[in-house]
């Protein structure tokens, strides 16, 4: 009875410790956000809290925000996520520490030799939060079935989704009209007429094609037509179709913004907000960089996209701004046209014969953009992005709604991060900021107002996570899911598209499969107004789908191949490498590329395993191979070989995403003692952590690394030992004829093509100059 009560008053004080953000982390998730570790010179010892029901809210969930209203099916679905209850929660918490009790009392030992060894570089790399984002969102698809399973149904339970009573009618597309809207009443008219009625408009063209049924029939039976082009920017493309005969496609030499059709206040906003990325005379590309014309040129004419040279260091913003500036002239557009037709039946007499469908100008939903990107900063940027592009350079502010809410919940406090972290610069670039990826939220724009926190049903633009859609999504058989709102999607924008093959990709897929599907309800739409095309299920044939990465990758190409089926065609980046990353290795090391067969690609993951097992485990089990570190790219892989390693009883230690800090340390301290010949790695851990393990020998690449550069940074690790043992130094990698993108990107294409021709082992040695 006295150590509960001793531990009840070690809770209250760590609670009473906490900001209003860490309370409504560790209340939505159970645990603290590893980013707000506190730095001390001894580790701490956990501690798990529970907040009470009575715990004060944040101010996303204050009274204020929700006023009494008839609860929708939309809440009727957030209030099904029922958190885990005070039984679980007290048997969890005994269990837990009952275990850090077993555990303290072996890692008092390892851990106080391995601070002195390291002490300098494990301040900044204990204390800091980890950036595992899949920590508690992007759980590896091998073990969805405890991780996702606890997220899916715990996550955010005591969320209430905002619903914005007041601004409901002043943004309402049904009872608004155009010239409604303030300002000069006909100059607005004019404008949205002469939107209306521009044929040589891409959008125009774009909505009010009405494909036949032979078109519909083409897709599955016809095969793919391809064309290679080469543009001056982007490189090599393929452009390829079902729909039709291919044309040549040229980006235009001389920018008119004219030409491009930008919505006021567009076309002038925009030259001031990317005045940043212009340098040198205004002419041949205006307002564009030389990159943002080539991929403006492409999203304006609504072909899909993918564009596989993202950095975050490099082009990043760069191409932020030019989607927001793509997916908000989108919206400006297609609102203007809805609000000019509902001025245009309100004035017009009711005639016997009337053709209703010159008024069809919507969707079966009012969401027409989707952004999904991986972290709550991506979205604070693009939010900023859209207000910025209505606002920039004029006297007169938007009226932006809920702005104080959004900038803290999307915000961070630069003081949080621990100022002794050391990283390379690209993992600063894509952990900045405010890295919680469980969010979503609409977006209604009208005229020069924004809404923030707008009920899915009654926004223009959503932007969201790969997990916030999964939970509302909800999965087969559940009796409350929700994802009506993806059926009218009309342009949709995945952003940093390779961080979720390091979160969880079965989200992305799970996202794809409920893509403009037919809606379960009406949600109050007039059909007389929705189009034809959408009424007939063919609303994937008009999405639009832009796909931002930063590399080739297999997974990312069958996504876009599959479920990018837009009618206007597909263009994909296809730039070679010419190097590889093998150039970055600094060190002198031999690398040997061991090859393996396998029938098919279904057969490669347990081709591989044999292959490691029978010809490369037996040459590393001899003590003069110690100190082998093995890199392990896929979570599946890692369990089988750690299975497999335990069942053998072989001596060694493992680090994956899911391992706790002090059994990082225990594994690293037994590693560079010698304690442990060999150590399981992971690379999501390696992507989240990024910390340098030293007394590595020998390197073993159980599959190539999903980034390249991932290669050159763990080889590079070797300089951390040093000792003078550099000659015997080996670096091992495996690799089959499916891995050709990957090889291509390590070693370069023109030596890939060698090594995938000749079959055979192929030794290459590094002098370690650049």
Not at 80 to 109: F, G, P, Q, R, W
Request: hydrophobic share 35%; aromatic share 10%; proline share 4%.
């Amino acid at each position: 009875m006295g150590k509960r009560r001793n531990r009840s008053r070690s809770q209250s004080r760590v609670l009473n410790s906490l900001s209003k953000k860490q309370k409504k982390h560790l209340r939505d998730f159970g645990e603290e956000h590893p980013f707000y570790d506190r730095v001390s010179g001894k580790e701490a010892k956990p501690q798990i809290c529970k907040l009470s029901e009575n715990s004060d809210h944040s101010s996303s969930e204050s009274d204020s925000d929700s006023e009494s209203e008839k609860i929708s099916e939309y809440h009727k679905l957030l209030a099904t996520l029922k958190n885990v209850s005070e039984e679980e929660d007290e048997e969890e918490e005994e269990s837990a520490v009952e275990e850090e009790v077993e555990v303290d009392s072996e890692e008092d030992h390892s851990d106080s030799s391995l601070e002195k060894e390291e002490e300098e570089e494990e301040e900044g790399e204990e204390e800091q939060e980890g950036k595992r984002g899949g920590k508690e969102a992007d759980v590896a698809p091998s073990d969805a079935e405890d991780k996702d399973g606890e997220v899916l149904s715990q996550q955010r339970a005591a969320e209430d989704e905002f619903t914005d009573i007041k601004h409901e009618s002043e943004f309402s597309l049904e009872t608004n009209f155009l010239e409604e809207e303030g300002g000069d009443h006909k100059a607005l008219q004019k404008d949205g007429d002469s939107a209306v009625k521009a044929s040589e408009d891409p959008f125009l063209q774009h909505m009010n094609k009405e494909l036949k049924e032979k078109d519909i029939q083409a897709v599955s039976t016809n095969p793919k037509i391809t064309q290679q082009l080469n543009w001056s920017t982007l490189g090599q493309l393929v452009f390829s179709t079902q729909f039709q005969t291919l044309e040549t496609f040229k980006p235009p030499r001389d920018v008119d913004l004219m030409m491009l059709h930008l919505q006021k206040p567009l076309d002038s906003t925009w030259p001031k907000i990317n005045s940043q990325f212009l340098s040198g005379p205004p002419k041949p590309n205006g307002p564009f960089s030389p990159l943002q014309k080539e991929l403006f040129s492409i999203m304006n004419s609504y072909r899909d996209l993918l564009y596989p040279e993202r950095t975050a260091l490099g082009n990043g913003e760069e191409i932020r701004h030019v989607y927001c500036l793509h997916a908000m002239n989108h919206v400006l557009k297609a609102n203007s046209q809805v609000l000019s037709n509902n001025s245009k039946r309100r004035d017009k007499k009711p005639r016997a014969g009337d053709d209703d469908d010159a008024f069809r100008d919507q969707g079966l939903t009012r969401p027409k953009v989707l952004i999904v990107v991986p972290f709550r900063e991506a979205a604070l940027r693009v939010v900023q992005l859209f207000i910025s592009l209505l606002e920039a350079g004029s006297k007169k502010k938007i009226d932006v709604s809920n702005k104080k809410r959004f900038k803290g919940e999307y915000g961070c406090d630069p003081d949080e991060r621990p100022p002794n972290l050391k990283r390379p610069e690209d993992y600063d670039a894509v952990f900045a900021g405010n890295i919680d990826d469980h969010f979503r939220m609409g977006v209604a724009v009208l005229q020069r107002s924004i809404r923030l926190y707008a009920p899915f049903y009654s926004s223009d633009i959503l932007i969201a996570s790969p997990l916030g859609l999964r939970t509302i999504i909800g999965a087969e058989g559940e009796k409350k899911r929700d994802f009506d709102f993806l059926s009218s999607i009309e342009i949709l924008i995945i952003d940093q598209v390779d961080i979720y093959l390091m979160q969880n990709w079965e989200h992305v897929l799970h996202l794809m499969n409920h893509m403009n599907l037919l809606p379960l309800d009406s949600h109050g739409v007039d059909f007389s107004r929705v189009r034809m095309w959408s009424l007939n299920n063919r609303s994937k044939y008009y999405r639009q789908t832009l796909l931002f990465g930063a590399l080739q990758e297999a997974q990312i190409n069958s996504v876009f191949s599959k479920y990018c089926v837009n009618y206007q065609g597909q263009i994909a980046v296809r730039s070679i490498p010419m190097t590889g990353s093998i150039s970055q290795v600094l060190v002198q090391l031999p690398h040997v590329f061991q090859r393996l067969e396998a029938e098919n690609f279904l057969s490669v993951i347990d081709a591989r395993f044999h292959f490691f097992v029978d010809k490369i485990l037996p040459q590393y089990q001899d003590a003069v191979m110690s100190h082998t570190l093995i890199y392990v790219p896929s979570y599946f892989d890692f369990v089988r070989l750690r299975n497999y390693f335990k069942k053998e009883e072989l001596n060694f230690t493992h680090i994956c995403e899911y391992t706790e800090r002090s059994g990082v340390s225990r594994a690293r301290h037994f590693f560079l003692q010698g304690e442990r010949q060999f150590l399981l790695f992971t690379e999501r851990f390696h992507f989240y952590k990024r910390y340098t393990i030293k007394g590595i020998r020998n390197l073993i690449f159980y599959e190539l690394p999903t980034y390249p550069h991932f290669y050159s940074e763990v080889c590079n690790m070797l300089k951390a030992t040093g000792g003078g043992e550099e000659a015997t130094w080996t670096c091992t990698v495996l690799y089959s004829k499916y891995d050709a993108q990957r090889l291509a990107a390590v070693v370069g294409v023109e030596r890939a093509a060698q090594m995938l021709q000749s079959k055979k082992n192929v030794h290459l040695f590094i002098t370690g100059e650049k």
